[in-house]
């Protein structure tokens, strides 16, 4: 075997580790780090049961230790779990998500398989006829290094640790732009339920959205082009089941509130005492805030989150809908999206990078023509190991420096990459 195989099956292992020492903590520590009474896991080991027991109060944030954030319909996911019991549930929930990491290893191939057979022109040699070819073909190295990063990378320990539920997310995303690739009508409304089960689960996702709309400008007639099926059907899947869940808005009222409050007022937070409300987010709308109460102003945290979700969305959006690089757009549209929204919303968090990473991954592996190329490559390696890094400077500082500004500047970094990139692509 060569040093790249090596590598790889080495990080199989230590993702593997990283489960096994979640699991030291969890059976057998008090930690104050991670037990088994404290740990986001119990957020959605209490929301499965609630939801079948006390459904009114599933947004109860009193009844949570961290408040449970996602869609009704998400809480269901999570009662075969609870109903296992707290301990035997945590255990079967981690290694459902170990699983789900090597099947999004395979989904990452999958789509550059379709997209390398849809292409036939792209400047790059892989060879990815058969699974097996990724470890074993020369040509691949490229691919299999980046995928052992994915395994490696410090927020997949802290998504393990922390019992979070990241790798789903990136599941079903990745579902949904597989899908999609495959450039049908029948695809396209399974791409959307994947998508809008993404969303349940992380409602911030809806930031993917004006993405997946097929709108773009043409440059031979000069002018935007808009397919209203194609789109009405994707937007359909993923928005029928945010309305499904909005019943239960409907039939228990009092939910709503408690929804909105959790989701959108950006009131929830570690209070560190003085008055002082904060918490260790890389979201700039997050850290803006904590400014703002630093120096005493009081302003509404949903219209701080409105407006830098517009300075953010609008020019990457309008350079996407302009770019000719239309073989990787739709790619790009999710790696956009998910930028966007790890910026702007509210609580974003060093684990969450595992939702984001397939994305870089992908648009590593499939531009190696763009001039920037090797730029998003460090930005993937100081990403993949420093965040949680600033992560744990801001826990040592905060008492001087509220503010987790290396993880933010690492983001900056990223989406002023993408806007680098796009700009190019509309000359």
Known sequence: ???????????????????????????????????????????????????????????NSSLYLFPFRYFPISAYFFTPFSLLGLKLGFFVFQIFNFALNLITIYLIYKIIQIHMNTNRKLN??????????????????????HLGIFLIM??????????QINVLVSFFILTSLFFFLKDSVKFDFLGGISLGLGILFKPSLALLLPFIIFLNYDVKVKKMVFQFKRTILRLFGSIFLIILSGLFFIFHPKMIGDFIEVNLTGEYTYNIGGGLEINPSFSLTRIILILFQVLELDINYFLVFIIITLLFLLPLYLLFLFSRAQQNKLIHGYFAGITIMLLVYFDSWPHHIVVLAPFLVLFI???????????????????SFLILIFWIIFYLTYEIFPFNIGGLILLILLYYSLLIYNINHVK
Do not use: C, R
């Not at 790059?124 to 290094?145: A, G, M, T």
């Not at 592996?365 to 990403?383: A, C, N, P, V």
């Open 154 to 163: 410090l927020p997949q320990f802290m998504n393990y640790f922390l019992g």
């Open 365 to 383: 592996l499939l531009e190696k023509d763009f001039e920037l190329y090797i730029f998003f490559k460090y930005i993937y390696y100081l990403i």
């Open 124 to 145: 790059i040699s892989y060879k990815v006829n058969n699974l097996k070819d990724i470890f074993y073909d020369p040509d691949n190295e490229s691919i299999l290094h």
């Open 1 to 59: 075997m060569n040093k790249t195989q090596i590598f790889f099956l080495f990080a199989v292992v230590i993702n593997a580790l990283f489960l096994v020492i979640t699991f030291i903590f969890f059976f057998f520590l008090k930690s104050p780090l991670m037990s088994s009474s404290n740990t986001d896991y119990l957020t959605f080991y209490n929301a499965g049961l609630t939801i079948i027991n006390d459904l009114p109060n599933l947004y």
